[in-house]
């Protein structure tokens, strides 16, 4: 008698369960359907800078192509100031559904993080990765009255005279100033920084007018320089020649390999996105990337059109180059609040 209403206990529980779970289905049902319909409205892209630059660049010239694949409007939403940071931020506290994504930058993520000690957003904790999608490699040029022609000449000459050689900057915890940096480190050089305020137009300008000796810019802001006489090439930072500048060699290639460095582009959504709405998101980005239009766009600026073989590669890609700067920004104890 006793086990018989045991069974019968038992068995009204299991009930009651199966009831409390047949009730719960249409709640979960309604995330897992709204991911599989994703996206069902226009998607925005916030890039932290204004317009014109080169992240707005390679978000507007990959806004097209992504529409298309993923079936609606994509929304370039420019919200500049802070180096990034108010972009950044923005999109850190975006709804993480899939319709506010980030245009991330090598300064943003990888720099800002050690360079201001009153940046709330954490990148790594605060975003999720999706794909890189613009790869720019770093160019050591110089003014082409200064006597050294390569990196190699450049390291015996200020060795010579240490102290004498200026090295311009667009600003302190810029990527061209922590590029020059790490070189200066790795060759033992002794130089000094002489910061710009933001862009690279003026410190450019100085060195092609002789006022400042050399600088790192990006192949895209100094190609047209190089090819017009108005400045010479010594080195670049990617491990194998550029397309661009088939003559130039690599810093590598001039006994450098730690100076492998670009300023890159991804895009990165708010932390907690679901991971099937990541996933699809990558797999327009890696399409629209292979896209020649778009390659050769890029590649006429002197970019080069990339995407992460996974969202956990573009992870670690970021961690390392974040690594790498913030160890660099310590070492020279830049802050920039």
Do not use: C
Not at 67 to 83: F, H, K, P, S, T
Not at 164 to 177: I, K, L, Y
Not at 282 to 290: G, I, L, N, P, T
């Amino acid at each position: 008698m006793t086990a018989t209403v045991t069974m019968t206990r038992r068995r009204a529980g299991l009930a009651l369960l199966a009831g409390a779970l047949l009730a719960l289905a249409p709640w979960h049902a309604q995330p897992a359907r709204a991911q599989s319909d994703y996206p069902t409205k226009p998607i925005t892209i916030i890039v932290p800078f204004a317009p014109g630059g080169a992240s707005d660049f390679a978000a507007r010239l990959i806004q097209p192509r992504l529409a298309e694949i993923l079936g609606q409007q994509i929304v370039i939403e420019n919200r500049d100031g802070a180096a990034g940071n108010v972009g950044m931020d923005l999109a850190a506290r975006a709804k993480p559904d899939g319709y506010t994504l980030f245009l991330a930058n090598v300064g943003t993520v990888s720099i800002n993080p050690s360079l201001f000690s009153s940046l709330r957003v954490k990148p790594m904790e605060d975003f999720v990765p999706i794909s890189i999608i613009a790869d720019t490699p770093g160019l050591l040029i110089a003014n082409p009255k200064f006597p050294p022609n390569n990196v190699v000449e450049l390291v015996a000459y200020v060795k010579a005279h240490p102290g004498e050689v200026n090295f311009a900057s667009p600003g302190t915890g810029s990527v061209n100033r922590l590029e020059m940096e790490s070189f200066r480190r790795e060759a033992g050089l002794d130089m000094n920084h002489v910061p710009y305020k933001g862009g690279a137009g003026p410190a450019t300008a100085d060195v092609m007018g002789g006022h400042v000796s050399l600088m790192f810019v990006t192949i895209s802001s100094g190609i047209n320089h190089v090819k017009g006489g108005r400045l010479k090439a010594l080195g670049v930072s990617t491990k194998e020649r550029v397309p661009q500048l088939p003559d130039v060699p690599t810093m590598t290639e001039q006994g450098f390999p730690k100076s492998v460095s670009s300023s890159w582009q991804g895009l990165l959504a708010p932390a907690g996105t679901p991971q099937p709405i990541i996933d699809k998101l990558h797999a327009a980005v890696v399409e629209a990337m292979k896209d020649p239009a778009i390659k050769a766009r890029m590649a006429e600026s002197g970019v080069i059109a990339v995407s992460s073989p996974s969202p956990a590669d573009f992870k670690a890609y970021i961690q390392a180059d974040a690594d790498k700067w913030g160890a660099v920004i310590k070492e020279i104890g830049a802050k920039a609040d």
